[in-house]
């Protein structure tokens, strides 16, 4: 039966990569129709609102969500609810996409590009898997008040709340743990625990379900000790597994040691297989309209669409293989270019992929 992809391109950058993706999947002649709806800034300024009722159906109906980017620093002093961020935060809560999976790999014709030596670098494989749904991303309480204690009481303030559920930690901890039977059956869990009750909770909860696994190795690990073992030493590090605001800053730092932002694809998954696939960076909007962006991990996440939601891991292979294939052959976007290397805009990185596919 023929599936359906909602295609959200997003705002700055989002419709230039998207647009690369596009072509890849249309040049694969899959069984697919997809269909395009606003999303973000440019959602807000058709529709007065970020996740327009349509679009929000429209990712619902769907068997996955191909998202761009969004946010636009014209749209940062809106209401909260209002900004385009608020668009990807709504989409994952609605479509319950709790798991976040976050691969971090450097290519080895892109180990030059990378922020760290050589050494540290070549070959690295790691995998993040950020829990996306909870956190103090969604606790509540959280607002403005006027302060109404402490040494600051009669103060404005503002606060958030960092919350998790045992069940809400231990299905992602299952997520994690069966990643890592995937793969070197090694897992180290970020957390705050020698602070943070929330990451005592997550840390006993870890634990209580690492008794399922045996063969997986589990190791905790401080989110501030993490960001550094991920400079000093990364290939140490196999499977991560974290919470919600941890996972997004950690994906960052990681996305560095591959070369570039624009390398990082992504996938937000539910317990139905459904999901979104974005790259981990944003709208970029200081090189948007320029067609200069990498597109590569936009290309990549839908590769990840391919073989995660939509059942079609050959044609995931035959991308993910091209991908491969252009960069051995020299091409390079702006940010991942260097002394000898082809230097390709966004639309022409999107073309090399596709006379790759084989
Ligand atoms: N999932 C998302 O849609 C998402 C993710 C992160 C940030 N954002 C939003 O994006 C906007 C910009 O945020 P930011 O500047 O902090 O982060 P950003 O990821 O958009 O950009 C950070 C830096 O990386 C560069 N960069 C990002 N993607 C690139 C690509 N594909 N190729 C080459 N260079 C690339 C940018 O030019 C910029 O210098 C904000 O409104 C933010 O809230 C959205
Ligand atoms: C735009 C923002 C809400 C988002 C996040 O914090 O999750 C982004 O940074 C990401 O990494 O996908
Ligand atoms: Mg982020």
């Known amino acids: 039966m023929t599936k359906k992809v909602a295609v959200l391109a997003g705002d700055g950058i989002g419709s230039e990569i998207m647009a690369q993706a596009l072509k890849v999947l249309k040049a694969l002649d899959l069984d697919l129709v997809y269909e395009e709806a606003l999303v973000g800034g440019v959602a807000y300024a058709a529709y007065g609102h970020p996740l327009p009722e349509s679009t929000l159906k429209l990712a619902k109906e769907s068997d996955a969500v191909l998202f761009g980017a969004v946010g636009d620093?014209?749209?940062?002093?809106?209401?909260?609810?209002?900004?385009?961020?608020?668009?990807?935060?709504?989409?994952?809560?609605?479509?319950?996409?709790?798991?976040?999976?976050?691969?971090?790999?450097?290519?080895?014709e892109l180990t030059y590009a990378s922020s760290l030596k050589p050494e540290l670098v070549s070959g690295l494989d790691l995998l993040i898997v950020r829990e996306l749904t909870g956190d103090v991303y969604f606790g509540q309480p959280r607002g403005r008040r006027i302060s109404p204690d402490g040494l600051f009481a009669g103060s404005e303030e503002g606060f958030d709340t960092m919350r998790y559920s045992k069940p809400e930690v231990e299905r992602i901890a299952h997520v994690a743990f069966k990643a890592a039977q995937g793969r070197g059956k090694h897992l180290t869990s970020v957390d705050k625990a020698n602070v943070l009750e929330t990451s005592q909770l997550w840390r006993d909860t870890m634990n209580r379900v690492a008794k399922e696994?045996?063969?997986?190795?589990?190791?905790?690990?401080?989110?501030?000790?993490?960001?550094?073992?991920?400079?000093?030493?990364?290939?140490?590090?196999?499977?991560?597994?974290t919470g919600n605001l941890f996972g997004d800053i950690l994906s960052d730092e990681a996305a560095m040691l591959t070369g570039s932002i624009g390398m990082l694809a992504s996938a937000a998954l539910n317990e139905k297989k459904q999901g979104l696939f974005e790259p981990s960076h944003g709208s970029a909007p200081d090189i948007a309209g320029q067609n200069i962006a990498n597109p590569l991990a936009q290309i990549l996440s839908a590769a990840m669409m391919l073989r995660y939601s939509l059942d079609m891991p050959e044609a995931a292979d035959k991308i993910e293989k091209a991908v491969k294939r252009v960069l051995a052959e020299g091409y390079r976007t702006g940010d991942i270019w260097s002394e000898g290397c082809k230097k390709v805009t966004c639309s022409e990185m999107g073309d090399a992929v596709v006379a790759a596919l084989q």
């Open 73 to 108: 620093f014209k749209y940062d002093n809106l209401e909260r609810h209002l900004r385009p961020e608020q668009a990807i935060l709504g989409l994952r809560k609605a479509l319950g996409l709790f798991v976040n999976l976050r691969p971090a790999v450097c290519y080895k």
């Open 213 to 241: 696994y045996p063969d997986v190795t589990l190791e905790h690990m401080y989110v501030d000790n993490a960001a550094m073992q991920l400079v000093r030493a990364p290939k140490k590090l196999d499977v991560l597994v």
